[in-house]
Nanobody
Framework: QVQLVDSWGGLVQAGGSLRLSCAAS????????MEWFRQAPVKGREFVAA????????YYADSVKGRFTISRDNAKNTVYLQMNRLIPEDTAVYYC???????????????WGKGTLVTVSS
C-alpha cells in the first residue's frame, strides 16, 4: 500500500509559478512511477506529467510541455511538479498518483492522492 499526500495548491496570477509536492509513504513507494493528473471543472481527469521510478525518464502532456517540470527525490519519497508560465487554463484540481509503470491514463494508476486546487487568475 502506498499513501500519497499532496501539498497545498494555491492562487497565482497568469504568468506566475507554483510548485506542488507529493509525499509518498509505504515500503515500496520508490518503486512506482509517479505522476500528476488534473481535473478542471466539468472536465475529465487528464494526464499532466510522469516520471519513471528511477527518475531517468519524464513524460508530459503537450499542453504543459516546456512549462512544467516533474522531478522526484526517492531519498525523501517525494515527487514535485514545478509549474511555470501558468495560464488560466491550468486551473484545476491536481492529483498525485503512483503507477507500477508509466501511464498516461487514469486506468493505469494504482494509488491516488486526494488532490489540491490550483487556481490561475487572468
Amino acid at each position: 500500500q502506498v499513501q500519497l499526500v499532496d501539498s497545498w495548491g494555491g492562487l497565482v496570477q497568469a504568468g506566475g509559478s507554483l510548485r506542488l509536492s507529493c509525499a509518498a509513504s509505504g515500503r515500496t513507494s520508490s518503486n512506482y512511477a509517479m505522476e500528476w493528473f488534473r481535473q478542471a471543472p466539468v472536465k475529465g481527469r487528464e494526464f499532466v506529467a510522469a516520471i519513471a521510478w528511477s527518475g531517468s525518464s519524464t513524460y508530459y502532456a503537450d499542453s504543459v510541455k516546456g512549462r512544467f517540470t516533474i522531478s522526484r527525490d526517492n531519498a525523501k519519497n517525494t515527487v514535485y511538479l514545478q509549474m511555470n508560465r501558468l495560464i488560466p487554463e491550468d486551473t484545476a484540481v491536481y492529483y498525485c498518483a503512483a503507477a507500477r509503470v508509466v501511464v498516461d491514463n487514469i486506468r493505469g494508476v494504482t494509488f491516488w492522492g486526494k488532490g489540491t486546487l490550483v487556481t490561475v487568475s487572468s
